[in-house]
């Protein structure tokens, strides 16, 4: 499947960024390395300059294949007449009819009361103007089964909604086999993507004292237990998530989480930790373990925000 390079970043000009609680970006053109004469962010914004001029009939502009050389500029009408300019402009430029301009697929898009929709009942995610598809592309969640095809029909063609469920009641696993969950909660922005391991009394006063969770550190027998955190950093529009699973694999051993509310739009600050602190039986670890925050970090070899903690049980 194809995707445009350019996203036309509409939420943006009408404040429906804000709206929507999240940050929206456009994907601008890149000159692609060795290329042609006319090929470069002149020829581009030649072509883009073009396109407003016309805007009556101008469809918008993407590379294909993503990474080349080769631009496609868009039209309702008369491509006979715009070839021979835009040909002048960056020769080797592809014409393509389609239905919509893209003056009015951004209309579209500003036009929509997001605030009014969630009143309905339907959560915006994610908006914006598919270009290649010629059409303005939503993301929402709804438990009303006619909220798609409503919103679709009342804009024909130049709408392409998907709607998710919106997300139910939800806890984290307890407990399996090796493992039980002793504590969660929101610590510090300093212990996201941080894990740690306690052995004994006062190295577990020391982690209860560093994750910086709320009252006391639960109870643990530590002659048959060792004490780990696991620190998920957090953005300010996302902070839930869910603990999954415990995996202990011979001398691995790392956290599964997930968001419990996904599919949603999330900021990419970081403002807190989502802490799990888990109690692991030595027998499921008998000669130690390494403890990763996540599989990713573990399968890589590369923790990515912190190292790895290394927990001695042969001793």
Not at 5 to 12: D, G, H, I
Request: charged share 20%; with cysteine.
């Amino acid at each position: 499947m194809r995707f445009a390079t350019m996203l036309v970043a509409v939420l943006a000009l009408s404040g429906c960024a804000d709206q929507l609680g999240m940050p929206v970006a456009s994907a601008p053109f890149e000159t692609p390395a060795g290329a042609p004469d006319g090929g470069g962010d002149a020829g581009i914004e030649g072509l883009q300059a073009y396109g407003a001029e016309h805007a009556d009939q101008f469809g918008g502009l993407y590379i294909d294949p993503p990474g080349g050389s080769h631009v496609v500029m868009l039209f309702t009408d008369d491509l006979e007449i715009h070839a021979p300019a835009v040909e002048a402009i960056k020769p080797g430029t592809r014409l393509r009819q389609v239905e919509h301009t893209e003056a009015e697929l951004v209309a579209l898009i500003e036009s929509f009361d997001f605030e009014s929709l969630k009143a309905d009942g339907i959560e915006m995610v994610s908006g914006g103007v598919d270009v290649i598809g010629n059409r303005v592309t939503l993301e929402a969640k709804s438990n009303d089964p006619t909220a798609e095809l409503r919103l679709e029909l009342a804009h024909g063609r130049m709408l392409d909604v998907t709607i998710f469920p919106v997300s139910g009641a939800w806890q984290n696993v307890a407990e399996a086999d090796g493992w039980r969950l002793v504590a969660d909660g929101q610590g510090p922005g300093t212990e996201g993507y941080v894990v740690r391991a306690a052995t004994d009394d006062a190295e577990y006063a020391d982690m209860w004292e560093a994750i910086g969770l709320a009252g006391d550190a639960p109870d643990v027998d530590l002659a048959t237990e060792v004490v780990v955190s696991f620190g998920h950093g957090i953005g300010s529009s996302c902070p839930e998530l869910r603990l999954d699973d415990v995996v202990i694999e011979g001398d691995v051993v790392f956290s599964v989480t997930s968001d419990p509310l996904e599919p949603r739009a999330c900021t990419a600050d970081l403002v807190g930790a989502a802490t799990f602190v888990v109690a692991i039986e030595r027998d499921a670890v008998p000669g130690g373990f390494t403890l990763w925050l996540n599989e990713q970090a573990a399968e890589s070899g590369n923790a990515g925000f912190s190292a790895p903690v290394e927990v001695d049980l042969a001793r």
